[in-house]
């Protein structure tokens, strides 16, 4: 199959998804920076006569396999999409390292190809919900200085309305406490910066991976060849682009209602699960706070005590917060939008 979408990119593949026959995947071809990379959007098959939906984006050495939190916004009289961006997940190929980017805007190119798409299903409203890198590549791609209305002349395709963002943890600054990250912020990007094309291997589980993953008496089963335990190889390149992406976005101001939802407390560098669980074990919310406050004037802040990393996959009682957090703001976004028509 090979079913041309416009001049810049290719439906290459389509069918029922691996999570089960409510759900369906697309995955798209374009050119990458380097070589032709892929896209995936994964969609729920309820709901499709709503025009308004949800569009979630991952995070690093992540993919989309959260089911329920699919079925949660479908309760809701949402579509449901979700992006394995270029690289990850289901869009992982040999020509590409998994997870590399010359820079972060080059998932532009995903969100593009998603919400054309979206807009060709009928869809006229969009939320887009980021987690962790997934809430920096979302923020970059909303905070750019061009609209969607120009993305349309640039296809020729018209594009739904994003009316509002919903960041799960963002990776908005690095993970160190805001005195330690103001005197580490230089050297580390003129390190990563001198030795772009270091790896540091991967070689042993995260305590973070042990959190989640049923093989080590966590409650979630997911593909570890996707989203491997000991994670992928960690690239000196991605974490400049990082930097970069995160120096970019704090000079920017982004007036998109926003909702952010952070867990009380970090605890990265804990030695055991059960301390590594209280928290987030993976970012500093304090550095998330203020680097969100920088750049979003019309930001909605919730805490979710002992919420993981990615609060979706907390223990049920933060889950169940996060949701309902997640849902009063929907509902208040909804009628503010009605106000204003």
């Not at 098959?45 to 699919?70: M, N, P, R, W």
Request: include cysteine; hydrophobic fraction near 40%; proline fraction near 5%.
């Amino acid at each position: 199959m090979n079913v041309p979408i416009g001049q810049h990119w290719r439906l290459v593949k389509q069918g029922e998804d691996l999570l089960g026959d409510r759900f369906y995947a697309r995955t798209f071809a374009f050119p990458g920076p380097k070589t032709q990379v892929h896209t995936t959007l994964i969609h729920h098959l309820d709901e499709q006569q709503s025009a308004k939906a949800i569009l979630y984006v991952h995070g690093y050495t992540d993919y989309f396999f959260q089911t329920g939190l699919a079925e949660h916004f479908i309760a809701l009289g949402y579509r449901f999409y979700a992006l394995d961006l270029q690289g990850y997940g289901r869009s992982i190929r040999p020509s590409t390292p998994p997870n590399w980017c010359d820079s972060i805007e080059q998932y532009g190119q995903d969100l593009d190809i998603a919400l054309a798409t979206m807009k060709q299903d009928g869809v006229e409203q969009v939320v887009i919900l980021g987690h962790s890198t997934g809430g920096l590549v979302v923020s970059t791609y909303l905070a750019q200085p061009y609209k969607l209305a120009e993305r349309e002349n640039h296809y020729q395709m018209p594009f739904p309305e994003v009316i509002g963002l919903m960041l799960n943890s963002p990776f908005l600054a690095l993970p160190f406490p805001p005195v330690i990250l103001n005197r580490i912020h230089w050297p580390i990007r003129i390190i990563v910066s001198l030795l772009p094309f270091y790896f540091i291997k991967a070689k042993k589980a995260t305590i973070y991976a042990k959190t989640l993953h049923q093989r080590f008496g966590g409650e979630w089963d997911y593909r570890l060849d996707w989203k491997p335990a000991e994670g992928f190889n960690f690239s000196f390149h991605w974490l400049r682009e990082i930097i970069q992406a995160q120096r970019n976005l704090a000079q920017k101001s982004l007036s998109i209602p926003t909702l952010l939802c952070h867990s009380r407390i970090s605890t990265i560098g804990k030695d055991s699960v059960e301390e590594t669980q209280q928290g987030d074990g993976v970012l500093d919310v304090e550095s998330m706070k203020q680097a969100a406050e920088k750049s979003f004037q019309n930001l909605t802040q919730v805490i979710i005590d002992k919420g993981f990393h990615d609060l979706y996959l907390s223990h049920e009682t933060a889950r169940s917060e996060y949701l309902h957090a997640l849902d009063e703001w929907l509902g208040q976004l909804t009628q503010a939008k009605s106000k204003s028509h």
